[in-house]
């Protein structure tokens, strides 16, 4: 199945680049900014663009990406309006792939299946819940291959052996490596660890490796890209949002920030 | 003590409901592991440490001798005789987990997880509280095994129950204020897992009801077992029978489960759960899952939750803290589905009059929490015959909760 995150992992590979993926969760801080920021990025040189779908009770977030959904809650962001935000992107933007990121709830009670069709319908590439390992995603994993999309898994400097091929079973479009043992946004990664992990996971689960939690600087994208096939960034962006006056200036600030990270990604590469 | 025993008697023709959870955490379609992946590894750590604990002589010995000697167990067995004969009908028995060491049930599951935790090798304690009897009863067994502990408890919590937040310190605990979402026991739980993914190495995250990811339901319902295994004994000896019904409060439903498990084979042993009903069920301000919710996945397991429709989890009400939570125990939800217990909500009103209807007539002032428990059975035991039999889960004591009573009646202390 060809979809959009597998055609983009593949031209990057043939490119010799890294890809960068961004995360900004949907309706930060309202819901009318997130469609320009989303296109914001994507000038900026994001490759990927992840969308969080806010949910009460973010056990994996750290305070910034909490604020982020607490903000999009309380202006009345709800899973079926993020495949909306999904529908109006795509009107102008056929070819960057979409993720949805968020917790599984949500998608639960609105139905797997009925969750699957319409988030393809709307143009959605991939799905990443938090909170469903291997061993709980039968179920959703059926519903979101039928409906052409990807399912995104995340693995952790703990992951063992076993617990990689377990993902590796199910996994597709790339796999999103913890990059430390925490939350998002509050330690950093130390690069040499992070390398030799992402070599290995490359080679068992045959799937590019995007890593993230804890790059908030082009110089630690710089770093990372070096030998990971994308570079995920969330939390360092809904800072921008949270400082930025309003949506044009987010949406510019959001658009300079990506391009340096782009710049430094693809200088690394290149020196390398 | 028996802490596997798990007679496999069919119950209701559906599943050998001892038997479970499955090997992945399943009770029928609740429970599991719905976690992140960096807690995959320590979830499946302490699950083979727990089995090794349980197959291991030595550690229930441990177990056994502390709940004798530092808990005060068994716990008696008390007819509440003028409390039955004023009510008219069946005889009422307590279950006097408030004689308990904190004061309270939670300590039995606080001396379990320790000795795990021990055994493991970890140094830090963390936990999340709602009344704070676990965050004491954490606390406790942490200061006497010299660990450090950190417990989590909702910035509004911390105000209704400010004298178990000093006993906590007292007890050399930190007691960290949540000041997320409706700031009550579910945040406090996100924060405390928040905690545990980023110190995997040396914490042990003590988890005071059942539910969580796999194996914490498993694992706090064997070590609050103990509660239902001493009822069941006590009830044949002193009474030469079983009781009718057992009666236990549900927030999360650790007491609940405690005293229910050793009867589920027992089919002729009703079990009723009595869930929190707030302002009433039907105000929708309340904390009562299991009557009013839909399942849905939260805090690592599947269970029933309130929620809207957009699968958000939505705020709960209860004049009781340690009740107010918007899920409850996976394995409550199946024994809900499959009938073999049975659940009831009963209102902050209620409850307050059962509070001080047991005070007046026994002499026990009881936890808010229990007095949802005792209202209920203000309501049965009126229904049923003189040689009826009904067990309540006196689970807590209610010291802690003279300031919120006082202030609901206008007082100042």
């Known amino acids: ?272 | 003590m028996h802490l596997n025993a798990s007679s496999e008697i069919p119950v209701e023709g559906v599943l050998p409901l001892t038997s479970l959870p499955d090997e992945h955490g399943h009770f029928g379609p609740y429970g599991g592991k719905f976690v992140a992946e960096t807690l995959m590894a320590p979830l499946a750590e302490l699950e083979a440490a727990y089995r090794e604990c349980m197959a291991d002589p030595e550690f229930i010995r441990e177990f056994e001798r502390d709940l004798a000697e530092f808990v005060g167990r068994p716990s008696p067995l008390y007819h509440a005789e003028r409390w039955s004969r004023e009510l008219g009908g069946a005889q009422i028995y307590l279950k006097r987990e408030d004689l308990n060491h904190t004061g309270a049930h939670k300590i039995n599951n606080t001396i379990g997880q320790a000795l795990v935790a021990r055994r493991m090798g970890k140094r830090r304690i963390i936990a999340e509280t709602g009344a704070g009897q676990h965050g004491v009863a954490t606390a406790t067994i942490a200061a006497r095994f010299g660990m450090s502990c950190r417990v989590y408890m909702g910035a509004h919590d911390i105000q209704r129950q400010s004298y178990n937040v000093f006993r906590m310190k007292l007890l050399g605990a930190e007691v960290m204020p949540v000041q997320s979402g409706s700031k009550t026991l579910k945040d406090a739980l996100n924060e405390a897992l928040r905690d545990w993914v980023s110190n995997v190495d040396d914490t042990f995250y003590i988890i005071g009801t059942v539910a969580g990811p796999h194996p914490y339901p498993a694992m706090v319902r064997d070590f609050q077992s103990v509660i239902g295994r001493e009822t069941r004994e006590q009830c044949l000896s002193k009474l030469g029978r079983l009781p009718d019904s057992v009666v236990a409060c549900v927030g999360g439903g650790s007491n609940a489960m405690g005293i229910f498990y050793p009867f589920l084979a027992d089919e002729s042993v009703k079990l009723i759960g009595v869930e929190a009903g707030g302002d009433g069920v039907e105000t929708g301000r309340h904390s009562a899952p299991l009557s009013a919710g839909v399942p849905g996945v939260l805090h690592g397991n599947r269970t029933y939750l309130m929620q809207d429709e957009d699968g958000q989890i939505i705020e709960t009400h209860s004049i009781s803290a340690g009740l107010d939570y918007p899920g409850v125990g996976p394995e409550h939800a199946w024994l809900k589905d499959t009938g073999r217990a049975s659940y009831v909500a009963v209102t902050d009103d209620e409850a307050l009059k059962g509070f001080h209807t047991l005070t007046r007539m026994e002499g026990i002032i009881p936890a808010l929490e229990t007095s949802h428990a005792l209202a209920y059975v203000a309501k049965l035991a009126p229904t049923l015959p003189k040689d009826h039999i009904i067990v309540v889960n006196l689970s807590g004591r209610g010291d802690k909760d003279i300031p919120t009573v006082a202030a609901r009646e206008g007082m100042t202390l």
Do not use: C, W
């Not at chain 1, 992992?9 to 997130?34: M, N, W």
């Not at chain 1, 996971?201 to 070096?226: E, S």
């Open chain 1, 1 to 272: 199945m060809n979809n959009r995150i597998e055609s983009r992992f593949a031209a990057l590979a043939s490119q010799g680049r890294s890809g960068l993926v961004t995360f900004i969760t949907a309706g930060d801080p309202h819901p009318d900014a997130t469609l320009a920021y989303m296109h914001a990025l994507v000038r900026g040189g994001a490759d990927v663009v992840e969308l969080g779908v806010p949910f009460s009770d973010p056990m994996a977030d750290g305070p910034i990406i909490q604020r982020a959904s607490e903000r999009a809650l309380a202006g009345g962001m709800n899973l079926r309006k993020v495949l909306a935000l999904v529908e109006a992107f795509r009107r102008t933007d056929q070819t960057t792939p979409v993720v949805l990121m968020g917790y599984l709830n949500p998608i639960e009670r609105m139905g797997y299946e009925i969750f699957a069709s319409a988030a393809a319908a709307a143009g959605a590439d991939g799905v990443l819940t938090v909170d469903l390992p291997p061993e709980e995603a039968g179920p959703l994993h059926g519903a979101v291959r039928a409906a052409g999309m990807s399912q995104i898994f995340l693995l952790a400097p703990t992951s063992s052996a076993a617990r990689v091929a377990a993902v590796r079973e199910f996994a597709n479009g790339f796999v999103y490596y913890v990059s430390v043992n925490g939350v998002t946004g509050e330690k950093s990664a130390e690069a040499t660890a992070v390398l030799s992990r992402v070599s290995e996971l490359k080679a068992a689960t045959g799937l590019p490796v995007g890593v993230g939690f804890g790059v908030r600087t082009a110089a630690a994208a710089a770093a990372v890209a070096l030998t990971s096939d994308a570079v995920i960034v969330g939390s360092a962006l809904i800072e921008i949002i949270e400082n930025a006056n309003d949506v044009p200036a987010g949406a510019s600030a959001l658009e300079a920030f990506a391009h340096g990270l782009r710049l430094a990604m693809d200088d690394t590469r290149a020196a390398a």
